[in-house]
């Protein structure tokens, strides 16, 4: 199954190609043409499942029909529960309507950080990705209308409702015109999850993807335990002192990237950020250069970098943990290909320690962890 197979345009399949997107998963087979057909979906997935293509794909596609929003009325919504997930959404947006003929206006809107610079930015808005809080805030300043909203995105149901968000949900629910698709996607179906469901959807597709066992090949695991603050010099002393060349480094956000990337070209290691922010020109350049080995350090984060695929990567680094352990395994599997050796390194602050246990027992695979306090840097 390819995605020209699933009822997308030429143009949107065009720069599914262009963002290295090869075939899809499971639940975007599924997804797509049901969303395509202006139905309700409600997908049991995890993080790493492919869910937020799955979505966006076909929004993007229905976009591409529609004439160019000069409002701040909002056609299509996505809620999800905390900032780093609305920003990686907006990513996925960006890097896949690159190259598509109708522009499209994306916008992530969040709490802890000033809402004017927000409100100034959202007229125009085709696809606005939000947290509950900072959503009703921008509705209680008329910064925005959801009077002629079509489609309604709510990711990561139970983590919104575990997070306290119930509320806001229904008051966010209550100001929605009752005439609009609904695609709902969540890890757990839970009690609360159910009632939401029975609430918000009709006649729903119903899609359940298994999370699949996964084992990564015999790659050699290290974790360090380190500070926040100590992060940065750790890692530049691992790479000068271990004289590490092709270092592809994980962040899990666009601001991490760039901030990251400073630093180590500050401290004369050469490294370049690769993400959705880039241009693609600016991505194919940086690839180019690390593929070539006249780069010593791409720094990515998981949605852009999933068309990266080198076959003699000696090191893969976890700067931040990702959300889910498939993506780790994702993440350290782009080393130690074509029977070449591999190192995978990891920087555990003690916040992360429980997160990476649970990674742990998903890979079945036990990583000593070392403690940075007795390395001198």
Do not use: C
Request: a neutral charge; hydrophobic letters at 40%.
């Amino acid at each position: 199954m390819k995605f020209s197979d699933l009822g997308l345009s030429p143009k949107l399949v065009e720069a599914i190609d262009k963002a290295n997107y090869e075939n899809p998963y499971p639940i975007q087979i599924e997804a797509i043409p049901a969303i395509l057909q202006k139905r309700d979906v409600l997908g049991i997935a995890q993080t790493g499942s492919g869910k937020t293509a799955s979505y966006i794909l076909p929004i993007l596609e229905s976009i591409q029909q529609k004439d160019i929003n000069k409002s701040r009325s909002i056609p299509v919504l996505i809620i999800v529960p905390t900032r780093e997930l609305a920003a990686q959404v907006e990513e996925v947006i960006r890097i896949f309507s690159e190259y598509l003929p109708r522009k499209v206006k994306s916008m992530a809107v969040f709490g802890g950080v000033s809402i004017n610079p927000q409100m100034m930015k959202l007229n125009g808005t085709d696809i606005l990705v939000a947290t509950p809080g900072r959503l009703l805030d921008l509705l209680s300043k008329n910064a925005i209308s959801l009077a002629d909203l079509s489609t309604l995105v709510l990711d990561e149901a139970d983590k919104v409702l575990n997070l306290g968000f119930k509320e806001e949900i229904d008051e966010i629910l209550s100001r929605l015109p009752k005439d609009r698709q609904n695609i709902l996607f969540s890890a757990t179906m839970e009690d609360s999850v159910a009632l939401l469901i029975d609430k918000l959807l009709k006649n729903p597709l119903k899609i359940d993807i298994k999370s699949e066992e996964v084992t990564p090949d015999l790659i050699s695991q290290s974790a360090y335990l380190v500070s926040q603050e100590r992060k940065g010099p750790l890692l530049r002393h691992l790479i000068q002192e271990g004289d590490w060349n092709q270092v592809l480094v994980f962040t899990s956000s666009i601001r991490a990237a760039d901030n990251l990337t400073a630093k180590l070209n500050k401290n004369g290691i050469q490294a370049m950020a690769f993400h959705g922010d880039k241009s693609q020109g600016g991505r194919t350049e940086a690839l180019k250069q690390f593929k070539g080995g006249t780069l010593r350090v791409l720094v990515a984060t998981d949605l852009a970098a999933r068309g990266i695929d080198i076959k003699f990567l000696p090191y893969v680094v976890n700067f931040e943990l990702p959300r889910s352990p498939k993506d780790y395994i994702h993440r350290i599997g782009r080393t130690g290909r074509a029977g070449s050796e591999g190192e995978a390194i990891s920087l555990i602050t003690e916040e992360d320690r429980h997160h990476f246990k649970v990674i742990q027992k998903k890979m079945k695979r036990w990583v000593e962890l070392i403690d940075s306090g007795n390395i001198d840097f």
